[in-house]
Protein backbone atom coordinates (compact mmCIF):
# COMPACT_ATOMS: atom_id res chain seq x y z
CA UNK A 1 0.00 0.00 0.00
CA UNK A 2 1.28 3.27 -1.06
CA UNK A 3 -0.82 5.38 0.52
CA UNK A 4 -3.48 5.41 3.08
CA UNK A 5 -5.66 7.95 4.05
CA UNK A 6 -7.34 7.91 7.52
CA UNK A 7 -8.80 10.17 10.00
CA UNK A 8 -12.41 10.64 8.69
CA UNK A 9 -15.82 10.45 10.91
CA UNK A 10 -19.11 11.84 11.74
CA UNK A 11 -18.96 15.30 12.40
CA UNK A 12 -21.29 18.56 13.08
CA UNK A 13 -21.50 21.64 10.97
CA UNK A 14 -18.55 23.94 12.33
CA UNK A 15 -16.83 21.14 13.69
CA UNK A 16 -13.12 20.63 12.65
CA UNK A 17 -10.80 17.64 11.63
CA UNK A 18 -7.74 16.74 10.73
CA UNK A 19 -6.98 14.07 7.88
CA UNK A 20 -4.08 12.35 7.59
CA UNK A 21 -2.29 10.23 4.72
CA UNK A 22 0.59 7.93 5.35
CA UNK A 23 2.61 7.07 2.66
CA UNK A 24 5.28 4.58 1.63
CA UNK A 25 6.96 6.02 -0.98
CA UNK A 26 10.69 6.00 -1.41
CA UNK A 27 11.10 9.53 -1.93
CA UNK A 28 8.22 11.16 -0.77
CA UNK A 29 9.22 14.53 -0.64
CA UNK A 30 9.60 14.53 -4.18
CA UNK A 31 5.74 13.77 -4.59
CA UNK A 32 3.27 16.23 -4.57
CA UNK A 33 0.54 15.58 -2.34
CA UNK A 34 -2.85 16.03 -3.33
CA UNK A 35 -6.20 15.98 -1.27
CA UNK A 36 -9.45 15.32 -3.59
CA UNK A 37 -12.97 14.67 -2.32
CA UNK A 38 -16.13 12.39 -4.17
CA UNK A 39 -19.69 11.81 -3.37
CA UNK A 40 -21.82 9.24 -4.77
CA UNK A 41 -23.16 10.55 -8.45
CA UNK A 42 -20.77 13.03 -8.85
CA UNK A 43 -17.44 13.72 -10.12
CA UNK A 44 -14.31 13.75 -8.12
CA UNK A 45 -13.26 17.52 -7.14
CA UNK A 46 -10.22 18.80 -6.16
CA UNK A 47 -9.64 20.21 -2.85
CA UNK A 48 -6.54 21.17 -2.46
CA UNK A 49 -2.79 20.19 -2.74
CA UNK A 50 0.56 20.66 -1.59
CA UNK A 51 3.77 20.78 -4.17
CA UNK A 52 7.15 19.08 -3.12
CA UNK A 53 8.48 22.79 -2.97
CA UNK A 54 5.26 23.48 -0.12
CA UNK A 55 3.34 25.61 -2.55
CA UNK A 56 -0.03 24.92 -1.43
CA UNK A 57 -3.49 25.07 -3.50
CA UNK A 58 -7.05 24.76 -3.07
CA UNK A 59 -10.16 24.86 -4.35
CA UNK A 60 -12.47 28.14 -3.47
CA UNK A 61 -14.75 26.03 -1.83
CA UNK A 62 -12.38 25.38 0.35
CA UNK A 63 -10.27 27.89 0.70
CA UNK A 64 -10.24 29.90 4.33
CA UNK A 65 -11.61 27.00 5.76
CA UNK A 66 -8.90 24.06 4.99
CA UNK A 67 -5.38 23.42 5.78
CA UNK A 68 -2.97 21.39 4.04
CA UNK A 69 0.31 20.40 5.59
CA UNK A 70 3.48 17.71 5.54
CA UNK A 71 5.98 16.32 7.18
CA UNK A 72 8.26 14.73 4.51
CA UNK A 73 10.49 13.15 7.27
CA UNK A 74 7.40 11.59 8.85
CA UNK A 75 6.29 10.87 5.40
CA UNK A 76 2.78 12.03 5.88
CA UNK A 77 0.55 14.65 4.43
CA UNK A 78 -2.04 16.31 6.33
CA UNK A 79 -5.31 18.32 5.99
CA UNK A 80 -6.74 20.17 8.53
CA UNK A 81 -10.79 20.92 7.83
CA UNK A 82 -12.14 23.71 10.11
CA UNK A 83 -15.71 25.13 9.81
CA UNK A 84 -17.28 21.74 8.55
CA UNK A 85 -20.01 22.45 6.16
CA UNK A 86 -22.74 19.78 4.96
CA UNK A 87 -21.76 19.89 1.86
CA UNK A 88 -18.40 18.99 3.00
CA UNK A 89 -19.43 15.41 3.05
CA UNK A 90 -17.99 13.10 0.92
CA UNK A 91 -15.30 10.53 0.79
CA UNK A 92 -11.89 12.06 0.84
CA UNK A 93 -8.71 10.81 -0.99
CA UNK A 94 -5.23 11.72 -0.44
CA UNK A 95 -3.01 11.10 -4.08
CA UNK A 96 0.49 11.54 -4.75
CA UNK A 97 2.45 12.78 -7.87
CA UNK A 98 6.11 12.76 -9.07
CA UNK A 99 6.80 16.26 -9.70
CA UNK A 100 7.88 16.31 -12.76
CA UNK A 101 4.57 14.97 -13.78
CA UNK A 102 2.95 18.00 -13.33
CA UNK A 103 3.42 20.67 -15.91
CA UNK A 104 1.03 23.35 -14.48
CA UNK A 105 -1.84 24.22 -11.71
CA UNK A 106 -4.38 22.48 -13.81
CA UNK A 107 -2.81 19.13 -14.24
CA UNK A 108 -1.96 19.59 -10.47
CA UNK A 109 -6.08 20.29 -9.59
CA UNK A 110 -7.28 17.65 -12.21
CA UNK A 111 -6.53 13.93 -10.71
CA UNK A 112 -5.35 12.48 -14.04
CA UNK A 113 -1.20 12.89 -13.02
CA UNK A 114 -1.65 10.99 -9.92
CA UNK A 115 0.04 8.02 -9.76
CA UNK A 116 -0.71 6.92 -6.36
CA UNK A 117 -4.55 7.20 -4.46
CA UNK A 118 -5.58 6.31 -0.98
CA UNK A 119 -8.26 4.11 0.12
CA UNK A 120 -10.55 7.07 0.80
CA UNK A 121 -11.68 8.05 4.13
CA UNK A 122 -15.42 9.17 4.65
CA UNK A 123 -16.10 12.07 6.26
CA UNK A 124 -19.86 13.09 6.96
CA UNK A 125 -20.98 16.69 8.24
CA UNK A 126 -24.68 16.51 10.03
CA UNK A 127 -26.55 20.05 9.41
Known amino acids: VQLQAFGGGLVQAGDSLRLSCAAS????????MGWFRQTPGKEREFVGAITSAGDLYYSDSVKGRFTISRDNPKKMAYLQMNSLKAEDTAAYYC??????????????????????WGQGTQVTVSS
Open 95 to 116: AAVWWTRIRNVHSLQGGDEYEY
Open 25 to 32: LRTFSNYH
